[in-house]
Every structure is written in structure tokens, then in C-alpha cells.
């Protein structure tokens, strides 16, 4: 009986962990320096870094034409399994949003309203 509680024990725990790491990883696959493109636009391109704070993501976009203009702040990213919401006000005060999946560890391509979008990951 003692030998079947130890294995029983043991195999809650190493569940415990396996899903502890899973969720880890899911966590990690939007974390980072990303360059966002939009195509067929005025060659908008944003640089961003989203760092996850008390469980949800955040960060800024910087626009690459300009540097010095201010940053536009990220309002919300809604994350589903591989595909994530980026919500931000513009510099017109409008909320925009950009829907991105990934493609792989560092590629994401997705949508902002009608254009198409892609980001890669800067390493």
C-alpha cells in the first residue's frame, strides 16, 4: 500500500510539472522584440517589445519612420493558442487593431483591417 501512494505521488507530480512547463512555453511565444510590417501601406513598420506583466502582455510600438515621435502604447493583446490581438490607440486617437498567428518561432503573419501583415522576430 505504501508503495502504491509513493507511485501515485510521484505521478501527480511530475503532472504537475509537465503542465507547469507546457504553460510556460505557451506563455513564451509572443515575448520579445518584434519588427511589425504592414504591406501594400506608406511602408509602416513598428518595432515592439512585448514583455509579459501580472500574466498579460504589453509593450509599446515604435514607428520606424520616425524614432523620435511617441511611442503609441499597446492598450491590450488578447492572446488564443497561436494567434494574438494587438490593440493600440493611434497617433490619430483611433484604436487600431493587428491580428497575428504564428508561423513559426519567429515569423507571424496576420491582418490589420484590409492589409496584410507580418512580424519577425528580432533577435
Known amino acids: 500500500m505504501q508503495k502504491a501512494r509513493i507511485f501515485l505521488f510521484m505521478l501527480l507530480l511530475g503532472m ?3 503542465g ?3 504553460a510556460n512555453q ?14 501594400d501601406s506608406p511602408e509602416i513598420k513598428f518595432i515592439t517589445n512585448l514583455v509579459r506583466k501580472k500574466g498579460r502582455l504589453t509593450g509599446e510600438l515604435t514607428d520606424t519612420r520616425n524614432p523620435a515621435a511617441p511611442k503609441l502604447p499597446i492598450t ?3 492572446e ?22 504564428k508561423v513559426d ?3 507571424l503573419k496576420g491582418t490589420m483591417y484590409t ?9
Open 80 to 101: 488564443k493558442g497561436n494567434s494574438m490581438s494587438i490593440f493600440y490607440t493611434s497617433a490619430e486617437k483611433k484604436e487600431l487593431t493587428i491580428d497575428l498567428t
Open 26 to 39: 505557451r506563455n513564451k511565444v509572443f515575448v520579445g522584440k518584434w519588427e511589425i510590417s504592414i504591406a
Open 16 to 18: 504537475a510539472v509537465g
Open 105 to 107: 518561432a519567429d515569423n
Open 115 to 123: 492589409f496584410d501583415a507580418s512580424a519577425k522576430r528580432i533577435k
Open 20 to 22: 507547469h512547463t507546457q
Open 76 to 78: 491590450r493583446v488578447e
